[in-house]
């Protein structure tokens, strides 16, 4: 991932983005309609929306979603 503020830092970005394709970037785009990735890392989430466009919650907002629609 991004590694806290590592990889938000514009010089090493393309440090961060090769991390994150040999990592959990194949992951993240192979995800299928029925499922729900998670993340607890802020940097990990906001990684894989700049990257790739796509959301990842938190555990917990996941958990509040889920206990809030029932």
């Known amino acids: 991932g991004m590694a806290g503020t590592y990889g938000h830092e514009a010089k090493k970005r393309s ?7 040999q990592s959990w970037g ?11 990735l998670l993340a607890t890392g802020y940097s ?7 990257i790739d466009g796509i959301e990842i919650q ?13």
């Open 15 to 21: 440090i961060s983005e090769t991390i994150y394709g």
């Open 26 to 36: 194949p992951i993240v785009r192979a995800q299928k309609k029925d499922e729900v």
């Open 44 to 50: 990990c989430r906001c990684q894989a929306k700049l």
């Open 58 to 70: 938190h555990p917990v907002t996941a958990l509040l979603t889920f206990f809030s629609a029932r």
